[in-house]
């Protein structure tokens, strides 16, 4: 699976922007999908993740009723809509993929195996 982001860029605090990461590859259907985030300095976060059916996403308590996570199978898409953007929000965006989803959620970096390249996104105040 290759996974390449976009929509990334620059808004001011309470702004939204929506990310999109196209998939290439059969097993995207199957894949659990996940959003990570990793400010300068700071270690790479775990922001919010999808299941293959999308029938189930689960988020970073920091970004709980701002941002949503879907996903459209026919167009090997994922999305993460980010609302009431705030500064904190500011960091390099990484798609993930972990082409086995065995039913659970998935949190941590060691447990997807496909990454993109990642997209900008700053906020300011």
């Known amino acids: 699976v290759q996974l390449v982001e976009s929509g990334g860029g620059s808004v001011q605090a309470g702004g939204s922007l929506r990310l999109s990461c196209s998939a290439s590859?059969?097993?995207?259907?199957?894949?659990?999908m996940g959003w990570f985030r990793q400010a300068p300095g700071k270690e790479r976060e775990f922001v919010a993740g999808?299941?293959?059916?999308?029938?189930?996403?689960y988020y970073a308590d920091s970004v709980v009723g701002r941002f949503t996570i879907s996903r459209d199978n026919a167009k090997n898409t994922v999305y993460l809509l980010m609302n009431s953007l705030k500064p904190e929000d500011t960091a390099f965006y990484y798609c993930?993929?972990?082409?086995?989803?065995?039913?659970?959620?998935?949190?941590?970096?060691?447990?997807?195996?496909?990454w993109g390249q990642g997209t900008q996104v700053t906020v300011s105040s």
């Open positions: 999808i299941r293959w059916s999308g029938g189930s996403t």
């Open positions: 590859g059969r097993t995207f259907s199957s894949s659990a």
């Open positions: 993930a993929a972990r082409s086995v989803d065995s039913g659970r959620y998935y949190y941590h970096t060691r447990e997807y195996n496909y």
